[in-house]
């Protein structure tokens, strides 16, 4: 690739995503969840996707991260059209390029903190020993060192939801999407994960694009879009 | 970290759980094996049995003497005559009971010849009145050694009042014929019959066991041999090997094969408990899996994956409960083997025992592999 390409790959938005529509049979009833929607994410942002529930955000999360497919529309992410991929590829990609954060964490309990962290590593061709020191470095970066050998029962909520984040970018994805992070902490820990989450963006570059009930949280985010029966916004619906 | 610490971690999840599932597998297993000796026990009796072998049997179930062994060797088509009697003894303790078959030892190879012994043993044994041969089963069991003097208690008086038998372990039999068959003690009736205090028993056999020159001449050489005894005090009835395990296996057939289906509807419906189990197990990590698939597993890889949770489980589980299964008819065995002499877990039912936990490891991880490998990712995660 000639420096050239590289700088208008550079210039290009992470996200792009253009007249994307998703419907839903419900029985005998056709609901339109989102309405023909473009949204453009620029490499490096931090968005917080604001609505009232049954708006869409969920639904366009899975969507960007290749959870579910547009019914129509183009989702491009870093260049590449993800909704004509098959299955088999969409999961490779995820691996590569995307990091989820739960609102339930979604831990193993049977495996302690630095094993559920490697579990992304087991996709890839990573030696034992360098998973383990991967895996560590993301248990480092989250403040969560020396509760390597934990297992999630021993663990605070806010201390999982880290361990989620840890897992998260332990294959330095491209994107971070993160469905609620908070919604399921007080907000001392909240604060301590959106602390977090901002260090990820600022000091390491991440792309961010969170899902939030919370305006304290999304306040955190760089911008907020909000959303509203499937149309994105710039303000909150009055 | 690799797939196998994935399952484990799954089994680890519920303990108790997974605890009582590998032991009903285990529990199936070795009731399937113990229904596989049983029919072996039935059909086994066929098997061994060949249609050139008569046995001659008193017909008011008591003792033949031994004179009629010249009058039967004399009968045309007869080739070989074996008369055998015994008791049951034990070694060193009550516990390790055992039958002491006493015979002509010069022509038990040819009425049997499934049995044999290495040459020098065999001649050992022909030379030595106080000899025997015994089984390898048996002489392993006991801890014996081709050269011990074994003696063995608890049989019938001798002339000096003593009865306790000493016997020069001559030679270890080796015989292609089931597990049953490998734990005889086989002396000389000479020995057996000039020791033996009781005069009733003296010159008497239980048994005479004939080899003949073609089977279709069964029917004419029977009613000779029974011909020659109908009108003394002991008269006989003889039938060819194979008549009598017909006869035996219409006789218990029934019940055993009665056994054999309930047995079986057991064994099936336990495994329905487990695959259901293993269903349930996996519909509990249903956001787990949802987990996984987010983080780029791929559907095979995942259904592989609880596909091996469920083999792993059942294939082990079975192994176990056949090796248990195979212990525990080997310590049936001489219980049931005055009925069942072939009573024994075979190598094909052990085969069949493990292509049965590969089937049903597969089929009880079916359903929950269709189910991971067909996972709505978005709404799993939202469930949690």
Same mark, same amino acid.
């Given at each position: ?238 | ?220 050489? *029977?009613?000779?041999?029974?011909? &020659? ?8 009835? =003889?039938?060819? /090997? #194979? $008549?009598? @395990? ?110 049965? *936990?590969?089937?049903?490891?597969? &089929? ?8 991971? =490998?067909?996972? /709505? #990712? $978005?709404? @799993?995660?939202?469930?949690?």
């Amino acid at each position: 690739m000639s420096a050239v390409a590289v700088e208008n790959t550079r210039n290009q938005p992470l996200v792009n995503l253009r007249g994307v529509t998703k419907l839903y049979k419900r029985g005998s009833e056709t609901v339109e969840v989102l309405k023909r929607l473009d949204l453009e994410v620029p490499r490096g942002d931090f968005l917080a996707l604001m609505g009232p529930s049954g708006s869409g955000k969920t639904t366009l999360m899975n969507i960007l991260g290749g959870l579910d497919r547009p019914t129509a529309g183009e989702v491009i992410i870093d260049g590449q059209p993800i909704h004509t991929l098959s299955d088999s590829s969409l999961s490779g990609w995820r691996a590569r390029h995307v990091g989820f954060v739960f609102q339930l964490y979604h831990l193993l309990p049977v495996l302690n903190a630095e094993q559920n962290v490697a579990l992304p590593l087991m996709l890839t061709h990573l030696s034992g020993h360098e998973r383990k020191k991967r895996a560590m470095a993301a248990l480092t970066l989250v403040g969560l060192e020396d509760r390597a050998k934990h297992k999630p029962s021993e663990l605070s909520g806010g201390q999982e939801q880290r361990v989620g984040i840890a897992r998260a970018i332990v294959t330095d994805p491209t994107l971070l999407l993160c469905d609620e992070p908070t919604g399921d902490l007080d907000r001392k820990a909240g604060d301590e994960i959106l602390e977090l989450l901002q260090l990820l963006n600022e000091e390491h570059g991440k792309t961010i694009i969170m899902v939030t009930h919370d305006p304290h949280a999304a306040a955190r985010a760089e911008r907020t879009l909000f959303m509203n029966k499937g149309v994105l916004g710039e303000e909150p619906e009055a | 970290m690799n797939a196998l610490t994935l399952i484990f971690s799954a089994y680890r999840r519920r303990k108790a759980r997974t605890l009582f599932t590998f032991l009903s597998v285990v529990v199936a297993f070795m009731l399937f094996c113990i229904l596989a000796a049983v029919r072996q026990g039935m059909l086994g009796q066929l098997k061994i049995s060949i249609a050139e072998r008569l046995d001659t049997n008193s017909k008011v179930q008591g003792l033949m003497p031994l004179s009629y062994y010249s009058k039967i060797t004399a009968v045309p088509g007869v080739t070989a005559v074996g008369y055998f009697s015994g008791f049951q003894g034990h070694y060193k303790d009550e516990k390790n009971k055992f039958q002491v078959v006493v015979t002509n030892a010069n022509e038990l190879f040819k009425v049997y010849p499934e049995f044999n012994a290495p040459p020098a043993q065999m001649q050992a044994w022909l030379a030595d009145r106080q000899g025997a041969i015994a089984g390898p089963l048996l002489a392993k069991r006991m801890g014996w050694n081709v050269g011990d003097t074994i003696p063995v208690q608890g049989g019938p008086a001798q002339k000096d009042g003593s009865t306790t038998w000493y016997f020069h372990l001559d030679g270890i039999y080796k015989t292609t014929l089931p597990t049953a068959f490998q734990s005889f003690f086989v002396a000389h009736y000479q020995y057996y019959n000039q020791g033996v205090a009781n005069v009733q028993i003296q010159n008497m056999v239980g048994q005479y066991t004939e080899r003949i020159d073609d089977p279709r001449n069964v029917t004419a050489i *029977s009613n000779a041999i029974d011909k &020659l005894f109908e009108n003394s005090t002991s008269q006989t009835l =003889t039938q060819s /090997q #194979v $008549a009598e @395990a017909i006869s035996f296996v219409r006789q218990f057939g029934d019940i055993s094969a009665m056994v054999i289906y309930v047995g079986m509807a057991v064994f099936f419906s336990m495994l329905l408990i487990i695959g259901n189990t293993m269903a349930q197990s996996v519909r509990e990590r249903t956001g787990e899996f949802a987990m996984f698939r987010a983080l780029g597993f791929k559907r095979p890889w995942l259904g592989w994956l609880v596909l091996r949770e469920s083999l792993l489980l059942i294939v082990s589980g079975g192994v176990l409960g056949l090796m248990l299964g195979y212990e525990v008819t080997h310590m049936l065995a001489p219980y049931v083997g005055n009925l069942l002499s072939t009573f024994s877990m075979t190598w094909s039912a052990a085969g069949l025992g493990i292509v049965l *936990s590969i089937i049903f490891g597969l &089929l009880a991880g079916l359903v929950p592999m269709r189910r991971i =490998t067909h996972l /709505q #990712v $978005a709404d @799993a995660l939202r469930r949690g």
